[in-house]
Nanobody, 115 residues
Framework: QVRLVESGGGLAQTGGSLKLSCKSSSSFTFSRGSVEWYRQAPGKERELVASISESGYTTSYANSVKGRFTISRDNVKSTVYLEMNNLHIEDTAVYYC???????WGQGTQVTVSS
C-alpha cells in the first residue's frame, strides 16, 4: 500500500508563506506520473490548485494561486512541494496531494491564514 503524507501546514498571517510537502512511501510509484495538489475549504468542493508532470518540467496552477504558489518535485526523495507565498485568507483550507496514476491521496494538512 502506497502512502502519501502531507506536512508543512499550519497558521500563517496574510502575506505570509508556508511550504507544504507530500512524501510517498513508494519511490517507484511516485516517480511515475504527475502529482497534484488540491484544497478543500469548509463548505466548498475540493479544487485543483496545482499540478506537476512526471519530469517536473510542466506545471499548471489555478488562476487564484498563479504567481503566488510554486509546485516542485524531487523524485529522488519521492516528495512534491507546494511553496505558498503572499497568502490570502481565502487560501485557508485542507490541502491534499494526489497521484492520479495510482489513485492515492494523502490525508491532508490544514492551512489557516489569518489577518
Amino acid at each position: 500500500q502506497v502512502r502519501l503524507v502531507e506536512s508543512g501546514g499550519g497558521l500563517a498571517q496574510t502575506g505570509g508563506s508556508l511550504k507544504l510537502s507530500c512524501k510517498s512511501s513508494s519511490s517507484f510509484t511516485f516517480s511515475r506520473g504527475s502529482v497534484e495538489w488540491y484544497r478543500q475549504a469548509p463548505g466548498k468542493e475540493r479544487e485543483l490548485v496545482a499540478s506537476i508532470s512526471e519530469s517536473g518540467y510542466t506545471t499548471s496552477y489555478a488562476n487564484s494561486v498563479k504567481g503566488r504558489f510554486t509546485i516542485s518535485r524531487d523524485n529522488v526523495k519521492s516528495t512534491v512541494y507546494l511553496e505558498m507565498n503572499n497568502l490570502h485568507i481565502e487560501d485557508t483550507a485542507v490541502y491534499y496531494c494526489n497521484h492520479p496514476a495510482s489513485g492515492y491521496w494523502g490525508q491532508g494538512t490544514q492551512v489557516t491564514v489569518s489577518s
